[in-house]
């Protein structure tokens, strides 16, 4: 991009807004070489980034509000994942041109959900290129230990935060409306909400943290990131799936349809963890408004298994793993 639009961009879209709050542990944002920040004493950090590319993550032509929601929600939501607060994200943006109606409705909504979610934006990149790439790495702040994939333990309970599967169905909306007729304007709404507006389980983490062994976000679809638990933890998993929770809009669907889109679909963004039975007991008392529902349990071995009425479950073999981009 031209020197003269790249800082203007910079500066109108990322860096002038009035939106962002600023956090006194920033000592220097955007506009020199480097941010500077001063870490809180006694907090671990954790960073995480992510690449969205049009066509790939999402189809050419979605809507800026759209795109700057997903790529900050997946990154947030693997802040949660970790039990960690958010502290600050950088923002690496590569434009095919310089639409300002874009960029204003881009930045406007990627601002304001970091001010919901309290993470300042403190640098970035600013390129054109062929494609819209959007790339934004987040870092966060831990208290204690971090939640991590590999601490499984055996007899451990797994359970999952909100619904599962909304977001699946929101995808085959998009992508085939013509199938979806018969569904009510309220399951599709919330279908396309769970697609487009996730929202991060920062705040259930937070609640978990203390209390649970191990935790994923479910991004790639719950059996694909509870096999990703296992593979690290080095145990095996017992699922029934009848007590997975499925979003409301499944109702709408044929039971075994929708559940396989909670099983397989990917970018729910609730929280997949495991704690023990006295942790379970000690986590409803402290916060009897956590929404989560125990689905099965960690035991010796390897792999999951899915199971319904105490004899195992079958998914179709292709179905059994969530989007892996080189599959
Ligand atoms: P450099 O030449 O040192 O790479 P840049 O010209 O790329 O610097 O960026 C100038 C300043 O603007 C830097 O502080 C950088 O972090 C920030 N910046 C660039 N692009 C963005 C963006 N999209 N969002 C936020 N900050 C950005
Ligand atoms: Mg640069």
Redesign the pocket.
């Known amino acids: 991009m031209a020197a003269a639009n790249?800082?203007s961009i910079?500066d109108r879209y990322?860096?002038q807004k009035s939106l962002q709050t600023e956090h006194n542990d920033v000592l220097l944002s955007?506009?020199?070489?480097c941010?500077v920040v001063q870490p809180k004493p006694g907090y671990k950090l954790v960073f995480s980034i992510d690449t969205l590319i049009a066509g790939v993550h999402f189809p050419h032509h979605s809507a800026p509000e759209q795109i700057a929601t997903k790529a900050l929600a997946a990154n947030l939501s693997d802040l949660a994942a970790m039990g960690a607060e958010p502290a600050w994200f950088?923002?690496?943006?590569s434009l095919t041109e310089n639409d300002p109606d874009w960029l204003e409705r881009f930045s406007t909504t990627l601002l304001e959900m970091a001010n919901d979610y309290d993470i300042q934006?403190v640098?970035?990149?600013?390129t054109r290129s062929s494609v819209l790439t959007i790339t934004i790495q987040v870092h966060g702040y831990v208290k204690g230990e971090p939640l991590l994939r590999s601490s499984a333990k055996e007899g451990d309970l797994v359970a999952v935060t909100g619904k599962l599967g909304a977001a699946a169905l929101g995808l085959q909306i998009a992508l085939n409306p013509e199938h979806y007729h018969q569904l009510s304007e309220q399951a599709r709404r919330q279908a396309l909400a769970a697609l487009h507006h996730p929202i991060p389980q920062l705040k259930a983490a937070t609640s978990l943290n203390q209390y649970c062994n191990c935790a994923i976000d479910i991004s790639d679809g719950l059996c694909a990131d509870i096999g990703h638990i296992l593979e690290q933890s080095n145990c095996a998993a017992r699922i029934d799936v009848e007590q997975i929770p499925l979003a409301d809009c499944l109702r709408e669907i044929p039971y075994h349809q929708g559940l396989k889109m909670a099983l397989t679909g990917g970018d729910d963004y609730q929280l997949c963890f495991t704690l023990s039975k006295a942790a379970r007991d000690q986590l409803k008392d402290k916060y009897p408004d956590l929404d989560f529902t125990v689905i099965g349990g960690i035991c010796s071995g390897q792999g999951l298994q899915l199971m319904i009425n105490n004899k195992p479950y079958q998914l179709m073999d292709d179905d059994k793993k969530g989007y892996n981009h080189f599959g």
């Open positions: 790249e800082f910079i990322f860096q955007i506009g020199d070489d941010a950088t923002l690496a943006i934006l640098g970035g990149d600013t």
